[in-house]
């Protein structure tokens, strides 16, 4: 009884740790880091944003902080903001350019004028 039972806990555990680490996403270190954004925002000030490794990150613009999480799939960036709000974001140049699709609808890229660019001035997170 006490083997079945113990072969059973050690089955159950792994069926679970299989679930968390898929559920997960894709890694997010290589694009952990603090970047800026390439023009002014609205043509007034420029975005500060702050990708770290643990999926949390931080969006600053005009001395105001926005507090989000991040993910990656499919070789995208989602970042979540807690009022409901998801951005899609995509990476090139491994990681040193983010385009930011501000439309709030998903496209297959960045549409023209509806994109703020982002880069890296500092890796890690």
């Given amino acids: 009884m006490n083997r079945n039972?113990?072969?059973l806990t050690v089955v159950l555990?792994?069926?679970?740790?299989g679930l968390v680490l898929g559920g997960c996403g894709e890694s997010r270190s290589q694009f952990a880091g603090a970047y800026k954004s390439v023009e002014p925002f609205g043509g007034k000030e420029y975005i500060?944003?702050?990708?770290?490794?643990?999926g949390k990150?931080?969006?600053?613009?005009?001395?105001?902080?926005?507090?989000?999480?991040?993910?990656?799939?499919?070789?995208?960036i989602f970042i979540y903001t807690k009022p409901g709000a998801i951005l899609v974001v995509t990476p090139s140049e491994g990681g040193k350019?983010?385009?930011?699709?501000?439309?709030?609808?998903?496209?297959?890229?960045?549409?023209p004028g509806s994109c703020v660019t982002f880069k890296r001035v500092k890796d890690g997170g």
Avoid: N, R, Y
């Fill in 5 to 7: 039972f113990l072969k």
């Fill in 13 to 17: 555990g792994l069926i679970m740790v």
């Fill in 48 to 54: 500060d944003l702050d990708l770290q490794e643990s």
């Fill in 57 to 76: 990150g931080t969006w600053t613009l005009g001395g105001k902080t926005v507090e989000f999480t991040w993910m990656v799939d499919d070789g995208k």
């Fill in 97 to 111: 350019i983010l385009s930011a699709d501000m439309t709030g609808d998903w496209h297959p890229g960045c549409p």
